[in-house]
């Protein structure tokens, strides 16, 4: 294992801000965009289905 | 050759589509986690620390991958768009809507992956390099992919333009792929090349080829769930979107 701790594993070497910032944003852009596609599944799939009632 | 356009029309109509998407992206979601999962793991407990630029190389591991998916999403993107352009497939053009703004997320990432790397190795957050701008001017094309796209209301006419605003784009991706060599640029050059041998430890190639290999099956998995979007939203009257849609109707109803 070449970090001697877990704080000396989030310093990363004094380079911390960067690199958790990096990952950091990444995981949010991903995690959001992922969420986003839901909701636009779901209301699409809503607006087909009161299409449908206003149909019948 | 008959059996084969049949084959062909019959997978690219929405009907057949619709269900092949919704049975692949879970399968890819799963690997892009495993993926990723062991990337993460190499690229922060088994590469070694870089000698010149010491632990804030890391970033690469996730700014390379972004950065070669943003150019990758275009091409596809483009591809698309001009099958749709040559062929008038209607769910060619919904494909190329499908990746545009995944893409245009990557171009931000690398962008700002990138400038979280150069304000501590160059001093700089943000410089005018060939590499920089080129790839500054992709999430420009892609955010005028979409803007076109969005603001034309004669879907045919939207679908058309915005294809043809993707292909021309398209001469920018070599430009920023070869812009390393063509000019001299503060970017460094690529550490990975078909022809030479890498010039990083393989501990590090190899979690970096993961991270990518991952961020590709999330981009097909998250690209098949916007089409599937679109799908639904351009198709709300025709027979096919009731019955293929019927078991997601019943999940939102349960």
Request: proline share 4%; charged share 10%.
């Amino acid at each position: 294992m070449m970090w001697g701790s877990f704080s000396e594993f989030l310093a990363m070497g004094g380079y911390g801000f960067y690199v958790w910032l990096s990952f950091g944003t990444t995981a949010l852009c991903m995690v959001w965009e992922v969420l986003a596609v839901r909701r636009r599944q779901a209301t699409a799939l809503q607006a087909g289905l009161s299409e449908e009632g206003a149909n019948h | 050759m008959s059996d084969s356009r049949v084959t062909w029309s019959k997978y690219s109509s929405p009907q057949a589509l619709y269900p092949l998407a919704g049975t692949l992206i879970p399968w890819c979601a799963g690997a892009a986690i495993l993926f990723m999962a062991a990337g993460l793991y190499l690229g922060f407990f088994v590469a070694p620390t870089d000698f010149q630029q010491g632990e804030a190389y890391r970033i690469i591991f996730v700014h390379v991958p972004a950065a070669w998916m943003s150019m990758l999403l275009y091409v596809a993107m483009a591809l698309w768009a001009g099958i749709g352009l040559g062929l008038k497939a209607r769910p060619s053009f919904m494909m190329a809507q499908a990746i545009a703004p995944t893409g245009a997320m990557f171009t931000f990432l690398a962008l700002l992956t990138g400038a979280l790397w150069g304000k501590p190795t160059w001093g700089a957050w943000w410089v005018w390099d060939a590499r920089l701008t080129s790839e500054l001017i992709l999430l420009f094309l892609y955010l005028g992919v979409m803007l076109l796209h969005a603001s034309i209301d004669d879907l045919r006419r939207a679908d058309r333009a915005s294809a043809l605003f993707a292909l021309v784009g398209v001469v920018n991706v070599p430009i920023i792929y070869f812009s390393v060599r063509w000019w001299n640029t503060l970017h460094q050059g690529a550490s990975v090349s078909m022809t030479a041998a890498p010039k990083m430890a393989a501990t590090m190639l190899l979690a970096m080829l993961l991270m990518t290999i991952g961020f590709w099956l999330y981009s097909i998995a998250v690209i098949l769930a916007r089409l599937r979007c679109v799908m639904l939203e351009r198709n709300r009257q025709p027979r096919w979107s009731q019955s293929a849609a019927e078991q997601d109707v019943k999940e939102v109803r349960a």
